[in-house]
């Protein structure tokens, strides 16, 4: 992607050192039933304001990339590192966004975005400006002082896109926001998420299951193998920004997502008898 192509941000310098790094990272979760070895040896990284969706079969450890990322699970071999400095736990820097929005039922939208930021302190007058600016910017500023039962579906989720972004973090991380919504609100959805993106120019690791939404929003997409997951294919998407609508009837747009289908199909007829 040129730096003309993404118009609000600042352009990223040619070689930039990646911001955030998985360097040859194994996960093995140990329980009463055994170990299960969800990642072995894989490296991944990210650069400053890129987006980068993760597509994989299911249980291959697209979330449990997200858990490592968010500081939340050690890894058993390997190292992640963000600027340099090796990841040892939660950061406030780093935002997270869930299938579910998993809203307090209790707390008013507004109180719900300043969650993360209630975690550590009592919110200043300039964090509830910053959540109702957040809020404006994901649509929902007349909503503020409703309560989550009021919004549908794919509102609460712009809620929930909103807290992710409250402490003005390095890298938000989204694993399958839209799972859970209609066809319609997810389209409406995608769009509005580019927009966001561009607007506010964070990196963003998504992980999805469509392979039309990973080509719509990224400048990345990453394929991983079948559980443990390993990088089997590693995609740039050169499509210029903002995407739209027409951008999906390109002949570009169908070869990428034809590439990453083929992907998927080729490990389907080798897992045949
Ligand atoms: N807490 C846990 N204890 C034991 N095994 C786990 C745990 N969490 C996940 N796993 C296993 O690790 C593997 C990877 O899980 P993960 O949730 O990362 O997959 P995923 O790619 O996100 O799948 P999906 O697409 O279905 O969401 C799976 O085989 C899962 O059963
Ligand atoms: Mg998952």
């Keep these: 992607m040129t730096a003309a192509s993404k ?129 404006e910017l994901v649509g929902l500023e007349e909503f503020a002082n409703h309560y989550p039962y009021e919004l549908s579906g794919g509102m609460q989720q712009r809620v929930g896109i909103a807290r992710g972004l409250i402490n003005d973090p390095r890298v938000l991380l989204m694993d399958e926001p839209f799972a859970a919504l209609d066809a319609m609100s997810r389209e409406t959805m995608t769009t509005e998420l580019q927009q966001i993106w561009m607007a506010t120019n964070r990196s963003v690791v998504f992980i999805t299951h469509s392979i039309p939404e990973a080509v719509f929003l990224s400048n990345r997409v990453v394929t991983l193998s079948g559980r443990p997951g390993r990088v089997v294919d590693d995609l740039t998407i050169d499509l210029p920004f903002p995407r739209t609508i027409d951008t999906m009837s390109t002949q570009p747009f169908n070869e990428y997502c034809h590439h990453l289908r083929a992907l998927f199909q080729a490990k389907e007829k080798r897992q045949q008898p």
């Design 7 to 135: 118009p609000n941000v600042l352009p990223t310098p040619d070689g930039v050192q990646s911001s955030i790094r998985m360097d040859d990272v194994s996960l093995v979760y140990k329980s009463g039933r055994g170990n299960v070895e969800a990642l072995a040896d894989l490296s991944l990284d990210l650069k400053e304001g890129e987006f980068l969706s993760v597509l994989g079969p299911s249980g291959c450890g697209k979330s449990t990339i997200l858990k490592i990322l968010s500081g939340l699970l050690p890894v058993t071999k390997g190292k992640v590192l963000i600027d340099g400095a090796e990841l040892k736990g939660p950061r406030g820097d780093i935002g997270i966004v869930f299938q579910q929005p998993t809203l307090l039922a209790w707390q008013t939208n507004l109180q719900n975005v300043l969650m993360p930021v209630r975690a550590s302190k009592r919110p200043t007058a300039s964090d509830r400006e910053r959540a109702l600016k957040l809020l």
